[in-house]
């Protein structure tokens, strides 16, 4: 399979949609990671709990798809696959992409210094043992990043799947009872601000750093 050139950043109305999701995606990270360094709103604990609350019989299937839909394993996995099926250039968007995010996510956790929901709450359903910081979601970030740098490379029939995906993986995480609503919105902002900026980047620096 040759690679497939991807041209959907340099098309001027694409370009105006990917400037549009960086600045909604920045500003709402910024909301977030206010809000989320104070303390746990009342909105977002009914939320978490109302998942968090849902039947231990789907404890399996949440736990594969944060597994395979937003761990670092699944991260390196897309990476593989795409070099291993000669799309280099898509490797290597997705392998920086993936870097850079998990970097910044790795930053903001210790900016913002949140808890995670069973270091701040009690009678919830821990479902999965995780430590360190809970803002922004390391998961959240990786499965938005993957999908959507994926996403113009799917046939249209098939790009329902990206949203899907970020959606079963930010409802994983809350279900498993390891982020709360704030740090998988930040996680999924992280993730867009990351795609955004690679295909708004000025053509030369794309070209310098073999990202077009």
Known sequence: MKPKPDATPYIPGHRKWYIAGFIVALLLL???SVFAHQTVAGWESRLFTDI???PDKLRQFFVVVSLVGGSVWAAAGAVVVTFFLKMYRLCWRMAVTIFGAYAAAYL???FVGRGRPGALMTHIHVRAVETGMGFPSGHATIATVVSLTLLPYLPVRWRWIPPVWIVLVVLSRLYLGVHFPLDVL?????GVLAVAFIRIMPHPLRV???LD
Not at 186 to 190: E, F, I, L, S, Y
């Open 186 to 190: 930040g996680g999924v902002c992280v």
């Open 30 to 32: 910024a909301w977030a």
């Open 208 to 210: 310098f750093f073999r």
């Open 108 to 110: 903001l956790k210790h």
């Open 52 to 54: 968090n609350n849902w």
